[in-house]
């Protein structure tokens, strides 16, 4: 959580989801179940850690801004406790690489960026 570009309240983690495997048959389809598996965990934990960190906040909280994977990301928001932070969402995703705080530290300049779009009277909009 950031007030302004200051780091108020935040928690990082990583949890491994198995790739694809080049195995076929059952190979393939057991390893397909253990990322199912692994990724629901994930999202679990990540509902949890949320519900936990930002819930207490969600008074102070005028937005939301996710990154990383977007499909993850709407399962995590699907989580019922997390209904007051999934309205407060807003676009764009954030480019994010790996879940560090060194990396959270650099949003800001993205969740604070405004676009402006200049219109040549001339030349008409594009």
Do not use: I, N, Y
């Amino acid at each position: 959580m950031f007030a302004g570009g200051d780091l108020v309240v935040s928690k990082v983690d990583t949890r491994l989801v198995q790739g694809r495997s080049a195995a076929g048959g059952w190979s393939q389809q057991r390893f397909a179940r253990r990322r199912a598996h692994q990724a629901d965990a994930v999202v679990a934990a990540a509902a949890d850690t949320a519900a936990r960190v930002l819930l207490p906040h969600a008074g102070e909280l005028t937005a939301l801004f996710t990154g990383g994977d977007r499909g993850m990301v709407d399962d995590v928001l699907a989580d019922q406790r997390l209904r007051t932070l999934a309205a407060l969402r807003r676009e764009p995703a954030l480019e994010v690489g790996e879940p560090t705080k060194q990396v959270l530290l650099a949003t800001p300049a993205q969740f604070r960026a405004v676009r402006v779009h200049v219109v040549d009277p001339r030349q008409g909009s594009t």
